[in-house]
């Protein structure tokens, strides 16, 4: 099955919501040989020319913790420089939680802009990603939590995420709530059908603006990749999901034979200090805390308030700082914590619902702290937990692009920094999500032992 994959310039370039779903692209793309670089900025030509054999473009972007008005004046101008990138497919990448709402990180709005910007009759949408334990079936949204599936208005972390609490399992009704387009569903028994692009056709011919698509297994990811690639429309398409878009390219092109040669990458050393900070309220990330604490790592409590409050913030940043340089100096791996799920969410809610700046102030802070913490230990490889809080944090460290090292955790791979500061470049950097990685990938992660499927 010839799919007309062209052997050289950009296959898919992407805006990822926040840092952690843009380094689980970033890790898709990479290891199926796409060399993908992701971006702070939209790159310029020259940008892009120090990169040769790069096939995939991605911008980190911090709008999953921003309201409408933000993304008006914001993703407008950013998608249009993708635009202009030339790449078939242009992806809006979001969460595979898809926690959202018509006020914080609206999904409505950006595919709003994106359908505006792009010129395309309709957009589809893609949540499920069966390798991360995410699965969408007839439009209703399900998530791992510790080794069981729950419906995601029941997932123990998601129904009480302390900004946007996942309360409806319909994506369709969800994302209703946030936008007027006329959303329909391709389920999962139409992608099991034998008149598959029959059905898809139909929808669009009943004016559908939005095509949501249920994610089962590798054959659905293999169905939608054929939908998303053959089925695009002219120009550089738009499409919106999680990193399921680009396994369902990848299992459309793997099934066509047309992905280049795998490539190979290196081991991870092993390193005898690890910095982690964390800003996530996730009952996963408190476990990963708590076990790191258990074997060796020394946990530095942060009072968010305290770093947030423009009165003391200096003096609270000073004292973290030594106390943190004290214990890496003496050869200790740490944990910088803002919140432990079953101590702290009620008191992160109270104070994300009281002031709507202070996830973002509080990011700004972490990372202002986590650059003079790099600068001054010379430690060389660095955790950042919370999607939210990380977008926030990536931004304060200076850094240009981000390349892919190695995977490591799955969804959250080592990545290598790109920056003109010496002490900054070539930074080893893992951005990971609040439900990802298992209870010990903090210590795998100082290790550096890659997951295993």
Known sequence: MDCNLPQDGLVLCYYGDDFTGSTDALEVLGLSGFSPVLFLNPPSHEQMA??????????????????????????????????????PICHYKICSTFDSSPEVGSIGKALEIGQEVFAVPYVPVVVGVPAMGRYTLFGHLFANFD????RIDRHPSMKSHPVTPMTESDLTLHLSRQTQK????????????????????ALQQKGAEVILFDVLDESSLQQIGRILWARRPPGTSFVVGSSGVEYALMAHWRSAG??????????????????????????NTEKQIRWSLAHG???????????????????????LLNQALRELWEGHSIVLYTALASEDSARAHAALTADSSFGLALGEQLGILLRELICRSGVRRVVIAGGDTSSHIGRQLRI????????LIRGAPLCLAHSREPSLNHLELVFKGGQVGAEDCFGRVRKGQVYQD
């Open 50 to 87: 120090r990169f040769p054999g790069c096939r995939a473009v991605g911008v980190a972007g911090t709008s999953r913790s921003r309201s409408p008005a933000w993304m008006s004046n914001e993703l407008k101008p950013v998608f249009m420089q993708l635009k202009q990138l030339g790449a």
């Open 258 to 283: 047309r992905l280049p040669p795998q490539p190979e990458f290196r081991q991870p050393r092993p390193l005898d200090r690890l910095v982690v900070v964390s800003g996530s309220c996730s009952p």
């Open 400 to 407: 240009e692009a981000l390349t892919l090292t190695s995977p």
């Open 147 to 150: 080794g069981r599936i729950y």
């Open 182 to 201: 006329k959303i329909s569903l391709m389920d999962v028994l139409s992608l099991q059908s034998h008149d598959l692009d029959e059905r898809f056709a």
């Open 297 to 319: 790592f020394v946990g530095i409590r942060i009072e968010a308030r305290s770093l947030v409050a423009a009165e003391v913030q200096e003096r609270t940043r000073d004292r």
